[in-house]
């Protein structure tokens, strides 16, 4: 299965990309996007409670089926005045 991957703030940094294509037969659902990304750095652990998951634009829980070539966001928490 193939997907876009698209990080935004601080899970970008964590990952130390943006954007990047993903082919792998492990991302069925959109919780495996998080295993994914602690594979790449163990503190994603630490913030995979407070990330939340968007597929094709729209958020998404853990449990939803991928499909090859969804775009899948990865959202930190945010904050604003």
Do not use: C
């Amino acid at each position: 299965m193939k997907i876009k991957l698209l990080l935004f703030s601080s899970a970008a940094d964590l990952a130390g990309f943006r954007e990047q294509e993903i082919e792998r037969d492990d991302l069925k659902v959109a919780g495996n996007i998080l295993g994914y990304l602690t594979s790449l750095n163990t503190e994603f652990d630490k913030w995979a409670p407070y990330l939340r998951v968007a597929v094709n634009s729209s958020y998404v829980d853990t449990n939803h089926q991928l499909s090859d070539g969804d775009e899948v966001a990865v959202i930190p928490p945010v904050s604003g005045g």
